[in-house]
């Protein structure tokens, strides 16, 4: 009972959190005005949403057929709430209305090195992070990541995939940094739902 109230305690504090951020993001400030939609996101919303993903950049996450993600939401995404080693859910550069996942290998301040000795290292600037496709077998060429399309901006960051679903019977927790891993644990807990993941898998 002690694990499960502060499984609970932990998870309102989450949604309390989320709620400021989001509403800030929202109307570009926390005034008196929020208090109201606030508490209608703690004691209604989620803070996670499904993310049914077909491409073969994640098959080993995955499967090389269509699955479906349990996403957190994040608001903002910065050094303090994504970390490298993370599978996150990104705009996709060259289309803003689409999403890609994507495992974040390095953030701002990180120096980058190309095995082509014909290229500069560089450094990544304030907000821009490096995503690279979680399948190894893919040809850099042959990967729409990074190393084809280059940094993008942590801003561009719209969640952090914490379960997947392959199909009915294969499905567990991301495998994500240690840090993610124990942030996210009571969303987990409090969020999933595996027979929603299984029908959205079937759409």
Known sequence: MASSLSTW??????????????????????????????????????????????????????????????????????????????????????????????????????????????????????NECWVLADNEDSKPKDSYDSRSFGPVTLSDIVGRAIYCLKNDVDHGPVNNSDLSAIVDSPVLAVELDVDELKKNNRQ
Do not use: W
């Open 9 to 126: 305690l932990r998870y309102v504090t989450t949604k309390v959190v989320y709620s400021f951020s989001l509403y800030q993001k929202t109307h570009g400030r926390v005034d008196a005005k929020c208090f109201d939609t606030i508490v209608k996101t703690i004691l209604v919303g989620k803070v996670t949403f499904l993310h049914q993903n077909k491409a073969e950049e994640v098959a080993p996450t995955i499967g090389t057929e269509a699955g479906t993600f349990l996403v957190r939401r994040i608001p903002y995404a910065d050094p303090t709430n994504v970390f490298v080693g993370d599978l996150v859910v990104l705009k996709d550069p060259m289309n803003s209305d689409k999403y890609l996942v994507r495992r974040l290998a390095a953030i701002e301040g990180h120096e980058m090195a190309s095995t082509d000795k014909k290229d500069e290292p560089f450094v990544l600037e304030d």
